[in-house]
């Protein structure tokens, strides 16, 4: 299944609904070259949870959590990160009652215990993004968005 997406405006249109569908202990591996609209991407989603406060990339801190939405976030950056996953202590988010955005997360999707979506967004040679999806596990949780990008307008 591919979405394509014109704009970041686009791209954040479809982060937020793609957060209508999140529930707690979900895990969104977002994976795309620099510049491909990871933290656009992320903006929306947060905007889907309700999250009204500045989304930044977390690139140099790691992890930043938000807790005012509808569920509690865990955005991740994990691009500077080298080794096992199961070194960094992320386990409590993983399998906590909140939802993980990890950008550049296949760095470490080999590591980890937990089902994941992973959201590839690819970006083209005229300015524009697309979308495709993948799981390990999560098969529920797949079909469900699918079904919301064959929706998708």
Same mark, same amino acid.
């Given at each position: 299944?591919?979405?394509?997406?014109?704009? #970041?405006? @686009?791209? @954040?249109?479809?982060?937020? @609904?793609? !957060?209508?569908? !999140?529930?707690?202990?979900?895990? +969104?591996?977002?994976?795309?070259?620099?510049? !491909?609209?990871? %933290?656009? +991407?992320?903006k929306g989603f947060a905007k889907g949870l309700g999250i009204? @406060?500045?989304?930044?990339?977390?690139t140099y801190t790691l992890i930043r959590e938000y807790d %005012?939405?509808?569920?509690?976030?865990?955005?991740?950056?994990?691009y500077r990160i080298e080794g096992d996953a199961g070194d960094l202590g992320? =386990? &409590?988010?993983?399998?906590? #009652?909140?939802?993980c955005l990890? &950008?550049?997360g296949e760095i470490i999707k080999d590591s980890l215990d937990n #089902? +994941?979506?992973e959201i590839f967004l690819h970006k083209t040679p005229e300015d524009t993004r697309f979308i495709t999806v =993948?799981?390990?596990? !999560?098969? &529920?949780? +797949?079909?469900q968005i699918t079904d919301m990008m064959a929706a998708y307008d």
């Open positions: 299944m591919t979405v394509y997406l014109n704009n #970041d405006d @686009q791209t @954040q249109r479809f982060g937020k @609904q793609l !957060a209508s569908l !999140a529930k707690p202990g979900d895990i +969104f591996i977002l994976t795309g070259e620099l510049g !491909a609209g990871k %933290t656009t +991407f992320s009204k @406060q500045m989304i930044k990339s977390p %005012t939405g509808r569920l509690p976030l865990y955005h991740m950056d994990v992320l =386990e &409590e988010y993983f399998d906590g #009652d909140g939802v990890i &950008e550049w #089902d +994941f979506i =993948e799981h390990r596990g !999560a098969k &529920e949780r +797949f079909n």
